[in-house]
């Protein structure tokens, strides 16, 4: 009996049934493109933060966080095999001075680093590691620089407090780490010349720094525990995975 009254109905409303089919098979190709757009990206992210050397974990401090304290919290965890440290200077749009005005449109903290300290590789926009940066020139990643309309060869000022130096940007680079939109923070490399006449500076060194902990461990459990130990100034942590997922929700 219920056959036949679906039978019925199903000839009554051919017009809206086709249309409801041609509806399903629509859906049915997106959520293919879509898991296959993620699956590809998912692999292509893979070999991405093999390429850069990301680490299994990665944790962020500010002046909060003593570095040679954290330092000797992470030896002191046996199942950590190795991390490294990026020094870096937090600044705001406030600090970033191009065209006679502050980059408006980053929203967002910034990290100033010194090429000499990297602890990843990071690449140019031909995708070649990024090689030595000279002493008065800056790179940045090429989102902020079209966000912003600069050209290479422009001037970008920056100015900390009561210290400020004029750098010529020199190109833009990729970032496997804090790349993604979502993870909020962009960088700035410079050369380690540049970056000690910012640090130079009492009020920088003192209220302006931090550290980014590129951790290697198989117990990711055991580098939180440890982590979570530290008394203040840790203001980002998180699992290579959880990075990799910054980029998939992209």
Request: charged share 25%.
């Amino acid at each position: 009996m219920y056959f036949h009254i679906l039978k019925r109905d199903l000839k009554r409303k051919k017009t809206m049934n086709i249309i409801l089919l041609l509806f399903v098979i629509l859906a049915a190709m997106f959520v293919s493109s879509s898991v296959n757009n993620i699956i590809s990206v998912v692999g292509g992210l893979d070999y991405y933060f093999e390429q850069a050397g990301v680490q299994d974990y990665f944790a962020a401090t500010m002046n909060k966080a003593d570095q040679s304290d954290l330092a000797e919290l992470l030896n002191n965890v046996e199942e950590i095999d190795s991390y490294g440290i990026e020094p870096v200077i937090y600044m705001n749009p406030d600090n970033l001075i191009y065209d006679g005005e502050p980059l408006d449109t980053m929203q967002n903290t910034s990290v100033l680093m010194a090429y000499e300290d990297a602890q990843i590789t990071y690449f140019d926009e031909n995708n070649n590691p990024l090689k030595p940066v000279e002493e008065g020139t800056v790179w940045l990643s090429g989102k902020r620089i079209r966000e912003n309309n600069m050209q290479i060869g422009d001037m970008l000022e920056i100015k900390i407090e009561d210290v400020s130096i004029t750098l010529k940007i020199a190109g833009s680079f990729k970032d496997a780490v804090l790349g993604s939109d979502m993870m909020g923070m962009t960088r700035f490399i410079v050369n380690s010349k540049d970056y000690d006449k910012l640090i130079a500076s009492e009020t920088v060194a003192s209220l302006y720094t931090g550290d980014l902990f590129y951790i290697n461990s198989s117990d990711i459990k055991s580098v939180e525990k440890a982590l979570s130990l530290v008394d203040g100034g840790i203001i980002f942590m998180g699992e290579k995975d959880m990075l990799k997922m910054t980029y998939v929700m992209d």
